[in-house]
């Protein structure tokens, strides 16, 4: 019953060896740096000051807007810092920094609710959105607002499970370490978004998983696996959604706009562990891999902890790496700072050595179509490019550039080299800022026009 | 510590396909080579001569023109290489090696890389250069020399016949191997068809362009038949003539055809048409390569008219939601 979805492109998944690599816990850090934005919406203020106590899974940063997620502790010990750090964005973001005690004392808050807290989805939205859930597949939306926004509109719940990037096998381990609480996690979000039917996309190079969480009885649970052809961007969400339901997110809109409700599989897990064990989203399953790693790994990372003692913890690297990623190597975001924390959202670590680079001196683009073809919005990349190249911001709106999701599919088939989804980031700005711009205009110039209007009226 | 090396920071996605352009080319090289074999069994070795002259002085031109205005060197992409089989290839094997030079120059310099090189050309550069051979040096293009006959006795191609209005005398059998008169590498549909196999199988192009032109031909020359046998009819002229390298190899040619899925159904159809026009009523007994030629011209146009259809914006629900 899947239905057709445009575009995709086949890069080799790269999956072996670290998806049969159990999940491992390595050693604490001596010290986390947790950042107070690890989530689209607004930035958390701290809630608490250098040289407190804090205690493990403790509320350390809040926002009172709605779509926002609190942070919490992800150690016991005390507060050294609180200064703006660098994140995986490439941004100066307010951290709180917390040298760890190694004692793991839990916070009171750590306790998992009660059972009858567990049928109403108002209590269940708000346990969600007191642990900090985001979208943990790398877009951080904060789940709560998303589950309390879909009230009313939401009739389909879908889990992805497509895991769709190369190399990444944390959603893997999970679904074949964790199948009961995973799929516990997807009934509390069923109710809490108040439908009772989940569909559960899983790529076929899963298959182990598929079986399993069949076997646990995801049916009887009203959740149905969806084995999914594997292809890039299947996790996309949008492109689920037309895979999985048929139906066509429209443009700049959401999914809640035809009926769905997206969810990431580690999420869902999140869900359980805040629902079940009182456990906030202050651990991330990573997984650790890429050519210039010495062995791929799949590790519980606590957040906060920096890259490089990841890295170090899980046998470091065995060749010199020249490109370290943060996310998939399609969408991941490459990093120069090896003290960058990992975050909520953080499913990977990828140490690329130098000869994965196929980029050239001189791109030059021969008309071969292959990025139209690619394209899953159905977008024409070949003259999009040409036209951002050009500077041509009118032209640019007239070809849509602004509903690409940058899932890199172009760049990735283009034999020419071409740096197109690079050019579209760059191009979707020009075109917001132009937005920007005519919006403040047309507001001048009404605010103009009443000044002149109230005058007259005098 | 000071001999830390800097970490690259660019732009997602970081891994890309091992195929480029190179890649792609060398492919379209492998499938024009079951056609070149065809021709050496049929007349010799005189076809592998001049497929050597033109690719090399194909080479010369590219490297030279880009060397004297201090371009970057594009050799490697190979695409040098498929203009001149390609331009070779429509040609007679008598053809003299000057003539070739000639050729080379005219597509290269002139059709390719005044327009900006690779990729920014109108024409095809090979067609170009055969249609430029065709009109400067008509007779040395449509001598057919037979290849058991070295005494030179000339005989007609097959398209000649078609052009005079009756049905050729050669076997359907003979003109699907390539056993007939003609252009050299144009003469065998059966190692056309392999080469395009092998195209199609490593997803070099799609059967959008071919199969609309061929179809377009064979519905139109079925309809509009001569004689009375019109099932031949039709079959001698999808074998005969360049319809089949025409159809896999030059229509197909990335930067001078549409990229969008509809666009390239269009200018498929508009070949065939155009290629049949020309058959029945114009002067030259072959249409395919102005058809081509002209097609060429219509690729900016139809490609702004076939942009894919954006997504979210037809279906049933999203329709009615975007109505809200």
């Known amino acids: 019953m899947l239905f057709k979805s445009h575009g995709g492109v086949h890069p080799n998944d790269k999956k072996a060896p670290a998806n049969e690599a159990a999940i491992t816990t390595i050693p604490q850090p001596a010290q986390v740096v947790i950042p107070m934005s690890q989530h689209i919406g607004a930035p958390c203020s701290p809630l608490v000051a250098v040289g407190d106590e804090v205690k493990l899974g403790q509320k350390i940063g809040e926002a009172s807007a709605p779509v926002s997620a609190p942070v919490h502790a992800s150690v016991s010990g005390k507060v050294v810092a609180i200064a703006p750090h660098l994140n995986s964005l490439g941004n100066m973001v307010n951290s709180v920094v917390i040298e760890n005690d190694f004692k793991d004392t839990p916070a009171d808050t750590m306790v998992p609710a009660p059972a009858e807290a567990l049928e109403s989805p108002e209590q269940i939205a708000a346990i969600v959105r007191e642990a900090g859930i985001v979208g943990m597949g790398g877009a951080t939306f904060p789940t709560a607002f998303k589950i309390t926004s879909g009230w009313g509109k939401v009739d389909t719940v879908i889990i992805n499970g497509a895991e769709c990037e190369p190399y990444i096998n944390s959603d893997y381990r999970t679904m074949v370490e964790h199948p009961e609480e995973l799929l516990k996690g997807i009934q509390l979000i069923m109710k809490a978004c108040k439908v009772d039917k989940a569909y559960f996309g899983i790529e076929l190079n899963k298959k182990f998983a598929i079986d399993l969480l069949n076997f646990k009885g995801a049916k009887e649970m009203g959740i149905e696996i969806v084995p999914l052809k594997c292809q890039y961007p299947q996790g996309a969400e949008k492109t689920l959604i037309k895979t999985v339901t048929d139906r066509e997110v429209p443009p700049g809109g959401l999914p809640a706009a035809v009926g769905c409700n997206v969810f990431n599989t580690f999420t869902a897990y999140s869900v359980y562990r805040a629902c079940y064990e009182g456990w906030p989203a202050i651990e991330r399953v990573v997984t650790v891999s890429g050519s210039a790693i010495a062995e791929p790994k799949n590790v519980k990372v606590r957040v906060g902890t920096s890259m490089e003692w990841v890295f170090e913890q899980t046998g470091g690297f065995a060749k010199e790496p020249w490109k370290i990623i943060m996310g998939g190597p399609m969408m991941g975001m490459a990093q120069y700072d090896m003290t960058v924390p990992c975050a909520k959202g953080t499913a990977s670590l990828l140490a690329f050595a130098e000869d994965e680079d196929r980029t050239v001196a001189d791109p030059v683009c021969i008309r071969c179509g292959q990025c139209i073809d690619a394209c899953p919005m159905n977008l024409q990349p070949i003259y999009m490019y040409m036209y951002q190249q050009k500077g041509d911001v009118d032209m640019l709106q007239k070809l849509n550039i602004l509903d690409c999701v940058e899932c890199g599919s172009c760049s990735y088939i283009c034999p020419g080299r071409l740096h197109l989804t690079h050019a579209f980031k760059t191009g979707k700005a020009m075109v917001q800022a132009r937005q920007a711009e005519l919006k403040a205009k047309a507001e001048a110039e009404k605010a103009k026009a009443e000044a002149a209007e109230k005058k007259e009226d005098k | ?324």
């Open chain 2, 1 to 324: 510590m000071n001999e830390e090396r800097k970490l690259i920071v660019s732009s997602s996605p970081h891994i890309r396909t091992p195929r480029g352009t190179q890649q792609i080319m060398l492919d379209v090289i492998i499938a024009l080579l079951p056609a070149l074999v065809a021709a050496v069994i049929f007349f010799g070795i005189k076809p592998l001569i001049v497929t050597a002259v033109s690719v090399v002085s194909c080479e010369v031109f590219e490297i030279g023109y880009r060397k004297l205005l201090k371009k970057g060197d594009s050799y490697t992409d190979l695409s040098a290489v498929v203009t001149g089989m390609l331009l070779a290839y429509c040609l007679p094997y008598t053809f003299p090696w000057w003539a070739v030079i000639i050729g080379a120059f005219f597509s290269i310099v002139l059709v390719k890389q005044l327009f900006g090189g690779l990729g920014k050309n109108i024409w095809n550069p090979a067609l170009a250069g055969r249609a430029f051979l065709l009109i400067s040096y008509a007779v040395l293009m449509t001598t057919w020399i037979e290849a058991d006959a070295p005494d030179a006795a000339t005989f007609a191609t097959p398209l000649a016949s078609l052009h005079a209005g009756n049905l050729a005398p050669d076997s359907i059998w003979n003109m699907f191997i390539g056993n007939i008169g003609g252009s050299f590498g144009e003469v065998s549909a059966l190692a056309l068809l392999l080469g395009g196999a092998w195209l199609v199988y490593r997803k070099v192009i799609s059967l959008r362009i071919p199969v609309a032109y061929i179809g377009t031909v064979a519905v139109l020359t079925l309809i509009f038949s001569r004689g009375n046998n019109h099932f031949m009819w039709m079959l001698q002229n999808v074998l005969s003539g360049g319809l089949l390298l025409g159809a896999i190899f030059m229509a197909t040619d990335y930067c001078t055809s549409p990229v969008t899925p509809n666009g390239q159904l269009i200018f498929g159809v508009g070949c065939g048409l155009l290629t049949v026009l020309i058959r029945y009523f114009g002067g030259y007994p072959e249409g395919v390569s102005f058809a081509i030629l002209i097609m060429n011209c219509c690729t900016w146009l139809i490609d702004q008219h076939t942009a894919p259809r954006r997504f979210g914006v037809v279906g049933k629900r999203s329709k009615k939601e975007g109505a809200k």
